[in-house]
């Protein structure tokens, strides 16, 4: 199987379990893949990346705002694990 093949596929997986492009570019980067076709597939993609880590996070947290700072530190902790921006973590807190 080709590079861009095995990377398309991977892409696919990654996104179906709503892990962000730093989490999908990790596990690419895990198979040896070059880390030049992995940037150059997730700059072709069309995904709305806070889209998706508002779906994350409202699958496994809910759709509440954070209570507290408590919550909130963890809500942040889990959408990094799992690859989203900074950016995108922190609209999705807030926008609810």
């Known amino acids: ?29 895990k198979q040896g893949i ?11 993609l069309d995904v709305d990346w806070f889209g998706l880590c508002l779906e994350a996070k409202q699958n496994k947290l809910g759709e509440a705002k954070p209570k ?3 919550e909130k530190r ?4 889990y959408l990094q694990y799992r690859g989203h921006a900074m950016a995108c973590i922190l609209e999705s807190l807030s926008d609810l």
């Open 74 to 77: 963890k809500m942040i902790r």
């Open 34 to 44: 070059d880390a030049l076709l992995i940037e150059q597939a997730l700059e072709d």
């Open 1 to 29: 199987m080709n590079d861009e093949r095995l990377i398309e596929r991977e892409i696919e997986k990654q996104l179906l379990k709503r892990h962000g492009r730093a989490k999908i570019k990790q596990e690419i980067r």
């Open 68 to 70: 507290d700072r408590q």
